[in-house]
């Protein structure tokens, strides 16, 4: 997101990533970065100059006086838009030097003592040809490689800590994807590297007026390295006075920041929690898988009708959970739920006929797949044969993918094979055991929903997305844990469902009030936590359909 005059048609400003700044961010921000009257400071498309004004009146009350175009300069390379913020600036007597240009033309180099602002906020889709491939070389030319999937923010970041001096402050309104994006990994490793103090700000409630993207407030300071991450969470923007801060310590470097959205307290009762002996992470029980990869899934997952049609003989199909998650809901899906859904027309069939000697009717559909361009999809041409599916399994458990509410752990009970849609577990050991049975209700617990909204990604519909790696890291109770509290499990799986909130809070109380100790405040927090973290990403679903 980027500071961008009201008047600029929304379509235009919305190519340009740039969307209009609230005063009280910006003034925030340019209090806490400017500390001396003899301040230079830079801002990096700098839209309407929202920041170089409430710059210049920071070091107006630090008792700077005459010409501050030696101290104060911003870059805007929409021309429009620098005009328009040369004579804002300039109609409240202020005479900062703003440019027409690339930010990323600018030479690296340590000039400045602070650099603020609101970088464009273009998601990768749209950031494309030169303009994404000269971010990627100035990002690697600080040592930061950015995935294909960067957001044209992150190479922003880097850019501009290279014009700071080495005790400068980088004071930025970034979209939340900071905290909780895979491809943001090595921008929060390299802040952690470039800075001795990191603080975040975040925000119960969207900040941005007819923006649904959250928001968060970085301000990054001196020479680094630094091991901790200041974290603050504020209401609104009106709420950003004295606000309290906690230290947090990630494990990586790379890891997720999403702990920056808790509260101290919360954060800190589910860490002890989730760290202590009675808790694990889902890799403990056994690994995670993608479910099988077709390529194609309208062409390779049939119903049973459609095998019958084409004459595929049995042999030559597996039986598979049918694309898609909705069918488990519960915490098993049996052979008589595959075969109603298989019944009910649901494609529930896997092609995968061997790869030596397809039968006849098998040709006929392959040659089906390569008349109608199945066969160059990118996942079938680059396997031989293309129409032989790997990585085709029967999993212990099925672990959803994409979530409205929390993941699922759901056993495997059919004996089927899955789609990527959903993963697959495979247990061993004493995990094998006791976990098709018991571990989809210990998994049925508040501190592992709350673990599941830290190390999963919230999408902008609401959903929250798990890959198998992110699955995991789920915390999840211990196998002792469970075998020492297989009883009354078992008496969960057996007895009445009853609501999903039900169901959790009878799982607390066995496992964590009894099992782990927890205390009901310690267990009301962690659930408050959950419901905030919920709560965020589905009102940023209502957000976007408005």
Same mark, same amino acid.
């Given at each position: 997101?980027?500071?961008?005059?009201?008047?600029?048609?929304?379509?235009?400003?919305?190519?340009?990533?740039?969307?209009?700044?609230?005063?009280?961010?910006?003034?925030?921000?340019?209090?806490?970065?400017?500390?001396?009257?003899?301040?230079?400071?830079?801002?990096?498309?700098?839209?309407?100059?929202?920041?170089?004004?409430?710059?210049?009146?920071?070091?107006?009350?630090?008792?700077?006086?005459?010409?501050?175009?030696?101290?104060?300069?911003?870059?805007?390379?929409? *021309?429009?838009?620098?005009?328009?913020?040369?004579?804002?600036?300039?109609?409240? %007597?202020?005479?900062?030097?703003?440019?027409?240009?690339?930010?990323?033309?600018?030479?690296?180099?340590?000039?400045?003592?602070?650099?603020?602002?609101?970088?464009?906020?273009?998601?990768?889709?749209?950031?494309?040809?030169?303009?994404?491939?000269?971010?990627?070389?100035?990002?690697?030319?600080?040592?930061?490689?950015?995935?294909?999937?960067?957001?044209?923010?992150?190479?922003?970041?880097?850019?501009?800590?290279?014009?700071?001096?080495?005790?400068?402050?980088?004071?930025?309104?970034?979209?939340?994807?900071?905290?909780?994006?895979?491809?943001?990994?090595?921008?929060?490793?390299?802040?952690?590297?470039?800075?001795?103090?990191?603080?975040?700000?975040?925000?119960?409630?969207?900040?941005?007026?007819?923006?649904?993207?959250?928001?968060?407030?970085?301000?990054?300071?001196?020479?680094?390295?630094?091991?901790?991450?200041?974290?603050?969470?504020?209401?609104?923007?009106?709420?950003?006075?004295?606000?309290?801060?906690?230290?947090?310590?990630?494990?990586?470097?790379?890891?997720?920041?999403?702990?920056?959205?808790?509260?101290?307290?919360?954060?800190?009762?589910?860490?002890?929690?989730?760290?202590?002996?009675?808790?694990?992470?889902?890799?403990?029980?056994?690994?995670?898988?993608?479910?099988?990869?077709?390529?194609?899934? %309208?062409?390779?997952?049939?119903?049973?009708?459609?095998?019958?049609?084409?004459?595929?003989?049995?042999?030559?199909?597996?039986?598979?959970? *049918?694309?898609?998650?909705?069918?488990? *809901?519960?915490?098993?899906? +049996?052979?008589?739920?595959?075969?109603?859904?298989?019944?009910?027309?649901?494609?529930?069939?896997?092609?995968?006929?061997?790869?030596?000697?397809?039968?006849?009717?098998?040709?006929?559909?392959?040659?089906?797949?390569?008349? +109608?361009?199945?066969?160059?999809?990118?996942?079938?041409?680059?396997?031989?044969?293309?129409?032989?599916?790997?990585?085709?399994?029967?999993?212990?458990?099925?672990?959803?993918?994409?979530?409205?509410?929390?993941?699922?752990?759901?056993?495997?009970?059919?004996?089927?094979?899955?789609?990527?849609?959903?993963?697959?577990?495979?247990?061993?050991?004493?995990?094998?055991?006791?976990? *098709?049975?018991?571990?989809?209700?210990?998994?049925?617990?508040?501190?592992?929903?709350?673990?599941?909204?830290?190390?999963?990604?919230?999408?902008?519909?609401?959903?929250?997305?798990?890959?198998?790696?992110?699955?995991?890291?789920?915390?999840?109770?211990?196998?002792?844990?469970?075998?020492?509290?297989?009883?009354?499990?078992?008496?969960?799986?057996?007895?009445?469902?009853?609501?999903?909130?039900?169901?959790?809070?009878?799982?607390?109380?066995?496992?964590?009030?009894?099992?782990?100790?927890?205390?009901?405040?310690?267990?009301?927090?962690?659930?408050?936590?959950?419901?905030?973290?919920? %709560?965020?990403?589905?009102?940023?679903?209502?957000?976007?359909?408005?």
């Amino acid at each position: 997101m980027k500071g961008a005059l009201r008047q600029h048609p929304a379509s235009g400003r919305k190519g340009r990533g740039a969307f209009f700044t609230p005063r009280a961010a910006a003034r925030f921000i340019a209090r806490w970065a400017v500390r001396s009257a003899s301040d230079r400071l830079f801002e990096p498309a700098c839209g309407e100059a929202v920041f170089l004004l409430e710059a210049a009146r920071a070091l107006g009350e630090l008792g700077a006086e005459g010409d501050l175009a030696g101290r104060l300069r911003g870059v805007e390379m929409h *021309p429009p838009s620098a005009e328009r913020a040369r004579a804002r600036l300039a109609s409240v %007597g202020i005479a900062a030097a703003v440019d027409a240009g690339d930010f990323f033309d600018e030479a690296a180099g340590p000039r400045y003592d602070a650099v603020i602002g609101n970088p464009p906020y273009v998601r990768y889709q749209s950031f494309q040809g030169e303009a994404r491939a000269k971010a990627r070389r100035i990002a690697l030319s600080a040592g930061v490689p950015l995935t294909g999937l960067a957001s044209s923010w992150a190479a922003f970041v880097v850019h501009a800590a290279q014009l700071l001096r080495p005790d400068g402050r980088l004071g930025l309104v970034l979209p939340a994807e900071l905290l909780t994006v895979n491809y943001a990994a090595s921008v929060r490793r390299f802040l952690m590297d470039r800075f001795a103090s990191v603080h975040l700000v975040t925000f119960e409630e969207l900040v941005f007026p007819g923006v649904s993207e959250e928001v968060v407030l970085l301000l990054a300071q001196g020479q680094g390295p630094t091991a901790r991450i200041e974290l603050s969470q504020a209401r609104d923007l009106d709420d950003l006075d004295g606000l309290a801060a906690f230290a947090w310590r990630p494990s990586d470097p790379d890891d997720k920041w999403t702990p920056a959205l808790l509260s101290g307290e919360a954060f800190a009762t589910y860490a002890e929690a989730a760290a202590g002996p009675g808790f694990g992470r889902l890799s403990d029980w056994g690994q995670v898988d993608l479910g099988a990869v077709t390529g194609n899934n %309208g062409f390779f997952a049939l119903s049973r009708d459609g095998a019958r049609e084409r004459g595929i003989p049995l042999r030559e199909l597996r039986p598979i959970a *049918p694309p898609g998650s909705r069918h488990l *809901p519960g915490p098993a899906f +049996t052979r008589q739920d595959w075969e109603r859904l298989a019944g009910h027309g649901r494609s529930a069939l896997l092609f995968h006929p061997p790869a030596a000697r397809p039968s006849v009717a098998a040709r006929r559909y392959i040659a089906e797949g390569e008349r +109608t361009g199945v066969a160059e999809g990118y996942k079938c041409r680059h396997r031989r044969p293309w129409w032989r599916v790997p990585g085709v399994r029967e999993p212990d458990l099925f672990v959803t993918y994409m979530n409205h509410g929390a993941p699922r752990l759901v056993r495997n009970a059919a004996g089927v094979s899955c789609v990527n849609s959903v993963h697959g577990l495979t247990l061993a050991g004493l995990a094998a055991e006791l976990g *098709p049975e018991l571990l989809p209700f210990a998994a049925l617990n508040s501190l592992t929903r709350l673990g599941a909204e830290l190390v999963g990604r919230a999408y902008g519909g609401g959903l929250l997305k798990v890959e198998p790696r992110e699955a995991e890291a789920l915390p999840v109770p211990s196998i002792d844990v469970v075998a020492a509290a297989a009883e009354p499990l078992a008496a969960l799986a057996i007895g009445p469902a009853g609501a999903p909130d039900e169901l959790v809070h009878a799982v607390d109380e066995v496992l964590l009030r009894r099992h782990l100790g927890l205390s009901a405040a310690e267990l009301a927090s962690i659930r408050q936590a959950r419901e905030m973290l919920h %709560g965020r990403r589905r009102r940023r679903a209502r957000g976007r359909r408005a």
